[in-house]
């Protein structure tokens, strides 16, 4: 509805962002650096976050302006089985046949990761998302999938993100030998009070606009619902474009904000 009112092209709360086309907001410049110190130490890497707060997309942003011929990115998601489930996940991703047993999906995961680094001089790095669902063993599993020659070298590296409970897990005494193998770690808030009108106008601009869309009581309205948390902002400001837009209003204001409030409760 306030696509024509607007006069924008296209809309402007997509979730299908070219990587080029993201807000660059400070806890992303953060992450790109301390993932480019994972990637240097060929380690483990935990990056934790609220939901909404952007953490894949901006993962995904990061590994994919990686270099094809320098690193090779696997990303497995939604791992909720045992051990085995999780070691056929990344032997598909690897192009691996599927063997029968898990002994049989380590050797020759390990063995790939090692012709990858050895001969095709290539960095293997594994993402898993959502890993706040895996199961204990298997978080295990994969802190052995990443031991070399009795930690003499490390071949490859492990992205874990999940939601902040996978920090508090990750935490407990069961889990210190991954604990210590950590070697970047980092929570990922929202948009900052700061950032968030700069946010909504990247936006706009994107749909096709320079019009100032949001009053500035708006913006802080928005931030003062969502915490700046991009999903819900994203929420919140699509149903308050079109609060505004039913008003024949030429930008959003706080009033339309708190109409939008009941559309996203």
């Given at each position: 509805?306030?696509?024509?009112?607007?006069?924008?092209?296209?809309?402007?709360?997509?979730?299908?962002?070219?990587?080029?086309?993201?807000?660059?907001?400070?806890?992303?410049?953060?992450?790109?650096?301390?993932?480019?110190?994972?990637?240097?130490?060929?380690?483990?890497?935990?990056?934790?976050?609220?939901?909404?707060?952007?953490?894949?997309?901006?993962?995904?942003?990061?590994?994919?302006?990686?270099?094809?011929?320098?690193?090779?990115?696997?990303?497995?998601?939604?791992?909720?089985?045992?051990?085995?489930?999780?070691?056929?996940?990344?032997?598909?991703?690897?192009?691996?046949?599927?063997?029968?047993?898990?002994a049989s999906l380590y050797r020759v995961i390990r063995a790939e990761v090692t012709r990858l680094c050895l001969e095709a001089k290539v960095r293997p790095i594994l993402v898993v998302d959502e890993a706040q669902h895996l199961r204990s063993d298997v978080l295990e599993e994969l802190r052995?999938?990443?031991?070399?020659?009795?930690?003499?070298?490390?071949?490859?590296?492990?992205?874990?993100?999940?939601?902040?409970?996978?920090?508090?897990?990750?935490?407990?005494?069961?889990?210190?030998?991954?604990?210590?193998?950590?070697?970047?770690?980092?929570?990922?808030?929202?948009?900052?009070?700061d950032e968030l009108p700069s946010y909504l106008t990247h936006l706009m601009r994107l749909a096709g606009t320079e019009l100032p869309l949001f009053e500035v009581s708006a913006a802080e309205a928005i931030f003062q619902a969502t915490s700046g948390l991009p999903r819900k902002v994203n929420l919140l400001a699509h149903h308050t474009l079109n609060a505004a837009a039913l008003a024949r209003a030429k930008a959003a204001t706080a009033e339309h904000v708190q109409a939008a409030l009941a559309e996203t409760a």
């Open positions: 509805m306030y696509r024509k009112h607007f006069g924008l092209t296209r809309h402007p709360f997509a979730k299908d962002l070219a990587p080029e086309e993201l807000f660059a907001a400070a806890t992303g410049r953060e992450l790109e650096v301390r993932l480019g110190h994972l990637l240097e130490l060929r380690g483990i890497g935990l990056i934790t976050g609220e939901a909404g707060s952007g953490k894949t997309t901006l993962c995904r942003k990061v590994v994919s302006a990686l270099h094809t011929g320098l690193f090779r990115v696997f990303y497995v998601a939604h791992s909720t089985g045992n051990a085995m489930d999780t070691y056929k996940s990344i032997a598909w991703e690897l192009g691996l046949p599927t063997e029968r047993s898990r052995l999938l990443t031991n070399y020659e009795m930690d003499s070298q490390n071949r490859l590296c492990l992205l874990l993100v999940g939601q902040a409970e996978l920090r508090r897990r990750i935490g407990m005494a069961v889990h210190e030998p991954l604990n210590q193998r950590i070697v970047v770690r980092y929570h990922l808030g929202g948009l900052g009070r």
